[in-house]
């Protein structure tokens, strides 16, 4: 079987830094964990740990069992305030969010509990029995690559905006980011993000 790229569709996940775009993301499947407040603390920590504690013993299984052969997909995040009016996410301590990790479409419900089950029995890592696989249909949606720290993402937040409501577009959509740096290796002004929101027509 041909080696499977979680990756494949390349304009999701190689946009540009310096201009926003527009892009129809399909359904796709995530291992996934949610949560509210404390965002970096303890808690959302081990829901990272339980998502990868997951996902690289489901990607072994599948080489295995399926001769299925792929990268792990970068760490995503949706991050929400319940307040409307919030619309940048500024206070991390009350924010909600939802941890998600990609799958294949080939990885199956089945592999998935079975592989949970062994990690249970040899690790149990904090949170593994809270992890869901589920589809998360996003739709249209606008995005640009931020690279630096994530407490200077606004700017880059504030361009999205602007570029949406230039096309015609009004945000919908949490604020999603994609981490494709490791916080703990990477020099935090080399950190790449990419932020999206899902967008849709204005009406009128």
Partial sequence: MS??????????????????CVVDVPPLRFLQLTGTGGVGGPGFQDAVG????????????AKKALGL?????????????????????DDRESLAWRLMIML??????????????????KKNPPRLAEVRLQTFSEGTVVQILHIGPYADETPAIDRLFAFAQERGYEVCGDH????????????PAKLKTILRYGVRKRRG
């Fill in 176 to 187: 999603h980011e994609i981490y494709l740096g490791d916080p703990n290796r990477a020099d």
């Fill in 50 to 61: 339980a998502l990868y504690g997951l996902a690289y013993p489901v990607k072994f299984a």
């Fill in 3 to 20: 080696p499977v790229d979680s990756r494949r569709i390349d304009a999701l996940y190689k946009p540009s830094s310096k201009v926003p």
């Fill in 69 to 89: 052969s792929y990268k792990v997909a970068p760490l995503e995040g949706l991050y929400w305030n319940d307040d409307p009016e919030a619309s940048h996410p």
């Fill in 104 to 121: 294949p479409d080939e990885v199956s419900g089945e592999l998935v509990e079975a592989t949970r089950e062994k990690v249970a029995a």
